[in-house]
């Protein structure tokens, strides 16, 4: 059993995307959070949710150097086996994603550190697209529609909420720009 669902007490879920703006489980406690060692990344091809494997869209992934500033989420302890599976449906359609506790810094008055569940893309899977130019980012982000919906709107929605809390992405924040600069697509 991981230690996800194992430990007891009450769960830390990191998001970082739109974990951000759509958690989609029950918490009892939400807190800007950074995480150091990964950061926020436009790095996995969208087959399900926001592309298709034949047209694929671009997600957010924790990839490995740097830090992340994003939500961390607080679950009661008797929420924490429904919302980890919750999360696995979510997360782990096509395992693209790690599953793991990381140490993430809560930006609250005490700066206490907690261990959160946070899913890491896997540099070894298929649909890690690596370090992509804005360009490409584009072309792909402009192609996307999954079973979530148009990439474009995962992106321009991640960026708002990143602005809700305060803070700025540089590269997304420049894809977003791109994003709003153009007409919208016909379909």
């Not at 995480?35 to 926020?40: C, N, S, T, V, Y």
């Not at 087959?47 to 961390?72: M, N, Q, S, Y």
């Not at 550190?113 to 130019?133: E, F, K």
């Not at 992405?169 to 379909?187: I, S, V």
Request: charged residues 25%.
């Amino acid at each position: 059993m991981s230690e996800a669902i194992a430990s007891p007490g009450d769960l830390w879920v990191f998001g970082y995307g739109s974990l951000m703006w759509r958690p989609g489980f029950e918490f009892i406690e939400r807190v800007q959070a950074l995480l150091i060692g990964e950061h926020r990344a436009l790095c996995v091809y969208s087959f399900v949710h926001r592309g298709t494997p034949e047209k694929p869209g671009l997600v957010l992934g924790l990839d490995r150097g740097g830090a992340c500033r994003g939500i961390a989420f607080r679950v009661a302890e008797k929420h924490r086996a429904a919302t980890v599976a919750y999360l696995r449906e979510r997360e782990q359609v096509t395992s693209v994603y790690r599953e793991v506790m990381r140490s993430v810094w809560l930006e609250n008055d005490a700066r206490q550190r907690v261990s959160a569940l946070t899913y890491v893309v896997d540099r070894g899977h298929v649909q890690y697209a690596g370090r992509l130019s804005p360009a490409e980012q584009l072309r792909h982000v402009r192609q996307g529609h999954g079973q979530s919906g148009v990439n474009r709107d995962y992106v321009l929605a991640t960026v708002k909420a990143i602005e809700a809390e305060g803070f700025r992405d540089g590269p997304l924040h420049q894809l977003a720009m791109m994003l709003h600069d153009e007409t919208p697509l016909r379909r």
